[in-house]
């Protein structure tokens, strides 16, 4: 196939080498229907950066005249189910993974809101769920066991698949102690499963290179550049607050801040910014 090297303003944008079994459909007015996506994502409930972009994604194809149906884990808060408005939606579906369990080191009994859960199949409830929404555009974006069985889902049925990259699953391993050896087998799986997709979208020329580099994936799936950047509408000077950085931070106006924005856990190198503050 050949590599897709524009920027697009969503996945559902650019080109795609797949070819849907309804792509022959047309409505009377010359356009096709509206696209049915199932996206896969492991913690929907969980919010952080990966879930923002998602619900974003989300309300773009619903905005459009999409219809979407999220399949996910039992991670997270229930009640985060319907945040930002997109509440129900008549053309948004949500399903829960029926056979997911806790990730040990990842889940916090005193932390029930960022408890992560993964699966390891699709039950046959699951699988009738996803058969009465009927996706015509099957999207992945966690390459875990469940992701697998999406990826199996979406071939038997000819569906074209693609998938966002978000996280590099297979360098966390080299920041928690004792999980050294799962990652070469974390890399051999994950490399597999992204040779099946039709497309898949990266956030960056360097994370492209880097996959072209290290698995030659750009022979194999069209690898695109989807950016997502800063929403400059909320993060903007127009917000800035004397009051705020004097009383919180005790900062004065000649004052730089430097903040550190993400979640406090060792693959988010908090290490590297400590040396940098020390350093100023």
């Given amino acids: ?96 993974v029926d056979n997911s369990v806790p990730i040990p080191f990842y889940s916090d009994p005193n932390d029930v809101e960022n408890k992560i859960h993964i699966g390891f199949s699709l039950s046959g409830r699951t699988r009738r769920k996803l058969n009465e929404f009927g996706p015509t555009v099957v999207h992945v974006t966690v390459p875990d066991c469940t992701g697998l069985c999406v990826v199996d889902y979406a071939r038997k049925r000819e569906l074209p698949l693609m998938g966002t990259y978000h996280s590099n699953y297979v360098d966390y ?57 800063v ?12 009051d705020f950085r004097r009383r919180v931070l005790g900062a004065s106006p000649s004052h730089a801040v430097v903040c550190f924005v993400g979640r406090l856990v060792p693959e988010k190198r908090t290490d590297i910014f400590a040396s940098v503050v020390r350093r100023l």
């Fill in 173 to 229: 391993m080299d920041h928690y102690p004792g999980l050294g050896w799962l990652k070469p087998i974390i890399e051999g799986f994950t490399q597999h499963q992204y040779g099946f997709y039709h497309a898949l979208y990266v956030p960056t020329p360097y994370v492209r290179r880097n996959l072209v580099s290290r698995w030659e994936l750009d022979g194999i799936t069209d690898l695109g550049v989807w950016g997502r950047g």
């Fill in 1 to 96: 196939p050949s590599v897709v090297t524009t920027m697009a303003s969503s996945p559902l944008d650019a080109p795609t080498t797949a070819v849907s079994p309804t792509d022959g459909e047309v409505s009377v007015t010359g356009r096709r229907p509206p696209h049915r996506v199932l996206i896969y994502t492991t913690c929907y409930n969980v919010i952080d950066g990966v879930t923002l972009t998602i619900r974003k994604l989300e309300r773009a194809i619903l905005d459009s005249g999409g219809s979407v149906c999220i399949l996910t884990t039992n991670s997270g808060l229930t009640k985060n189910t319907h945040l930002f408005g997109l509440g129900r939606n008549p053309n948004r579906t949500v399903v829960f």
């Fill in 231 to 242: 929403d400059t509408r909320r993060f903007h000077p127009r917000h800035r607050s004397e």
